[in-house]
């Protein structure tokens, strides 16, 4: 058992309107100092597989058919072995 | 300037029907092996200060204040230092 933490984010050509918006709110707060705001997913889940080789193929799959939009987004995924789904 | 890479999570206690979804989705796609899917966000943002310290602090106070409900949800981030805002 694995589990994969997973974090899609708009490609740097695209404009990230949520992002624009968290910033402006964010710099009314906190005068100037935060900026580039960029908003992803982040996605965790756990995977049955015998072996990491077989659970990174499973993960890159979901993310490549599913989870993020191959054309706007880009997706990076970290696995960590993972003793049962409550952990 | 230092990069800030912000991770909000719903509590485990808290239902995600948006993790739920994707997860009845990729069952139908990948046979049961993918399980416990849970969605949150991802932020990245860049932070102007002096020291480590000073971009914690605001970064903390951003999460706190605005990025996350601290009822429902948790937050983690790292800062990594960075040269310019295009980096």
């Known amino acids: 058992m694995y589990k994969a933490n997973i974090t899609i984010t708009l490609r740097q050509s695209i404009l990230d309107p949520e992002g624009k918006a968290i910033e402006q709110a ?6 100037g100092a935060l900026s580039n705001v960029r908003v992803g997913k982040h996605i965790e889940l756990f995977v049955n597989a015998d072996s990491r080789e077989k659970a990174h193929e499973l993960v890159e799959n979901a993310c490549k058919k599913m989870l993020a939009n191959p054309v706007m987004e880009d997706y ?5 072995e993972a003793e049962t789904v409550s952990a």
């Not at 964010?26 to 005068?31: A, F, Q, R, V």
């Open 26 to 31: 964010l710099g009314s707060m906190i005068e």
């Open 76 to 80: 990076t995924f970290t696995l960590e």
